[in-house]
């Protein structure tokens, strides 16, 4: 197997992972509201409204990393490829 489908597998993994937690992010989204207008006996809202927040504020970090990592690796891998390109001309 050659370095570069290699490294396309990896691209395509951590690219995998990085669309599932989009997704997830945007499920978690889709429940919250812009605006409540609560009184004392809608808190239980209010409390639901911070833990969906919180979910989505620890997703945040990962979703950096992956995404990150993924426009890392694709430059790797136009990289790579440019570079074998260039051997396989000299080559000749």
């Given amino acids: 197997m050659s370095t ?10 951590l690219t995998a ?3 599932a937690l989009l997704i ?11 605006q409540l207008f609560l009184g004392e ?7 639901e409204q ?12 990962f ?5 990150t990592a993924s426009a890392v690796l694709i430059l790797t891998i136009a990289g790579v490829a440019i570079y074998q390109r260039i051997l396989e001309q000299a080559a000749q």
């Fill in 50 to 61: 911070m833990e969906i927040m919180n979910r989505v504020n620890k997703l945040g970090p």
């Fill in 24 to 34: 997830y992010r945007g499920t978690l989204t889709m429940q919250e509201d812009d």
């Fill in 4 to 13: 570069l489908f290699e490294l396309l597998i990896a691209w395509g993994a």
């Fill in 63 to 67: 979703v950096k990393v992956l995404g």
């Fill in 41 to 47: 006996s809608e808190s239980h809202m209010a409390r």
């Fill in 17 to 19: 992972a990085l669309i």
